[in-house]
């Protein structure tokens, strides 16, 4: 029902910031977010966004991140400030058709984009 493309990535120092891109090709999803994987762990939730423009962070993000989307042109964006070495990781796009943001509800997914903060 959509394809999803991430853009954005990229090797930074740690303080600096970067924007992630997720262009989404199809139908309009309910709810949208941003997942990382760290080499050795699970995947995670970063931050959602409703068709509403409800958002949810993770809380090992909040206050430095931001999740926000253009609806007119179907893209998704995650501002990241402040990066940490910790943050390193595959980040990936995904789509939810059902009516909520729960992470089961993800069933689309983008190829990913690697994001490396080195300290």
């Known amino acids: 029902q959509v394809q999803l493309v991430e853009s954005g990535g990229g090797s930074v120092q740690a303080g600096a910031s970067l924007r992630l891109s997720c262009a989404a090709y199809g139908y309009t999803p309910y709810c949208m977010g941003w997942f990382r994987q760290a080499p050795g762990k699970g995947r995670e939730g970063v931050a959602t966004i409703d068709r509403d423009g409800g958002t949810s962070y993770s809380d090992s993000v909040k206050g430095r991140f931001t999740i926000s989307a253009d609806s007119a042109k179907n893209i998704l964006y995650l501002q990241m400030n402040s990066l940490k070495p910790e943050d390193t990781a595959m980040y990936y796009c995904?789509?939810?058709?059902?009516?909520?943001?729960?992470?089961?509800?993800?069933?689309?997914w983008g190829q990913g984009t690697q994001v490396t903060v080195s300290s």
């Open positions: 995904a789509a939810a058709f059902r009516f909520n943001c729960d992470r089961e509800a993800f069933n689309y």
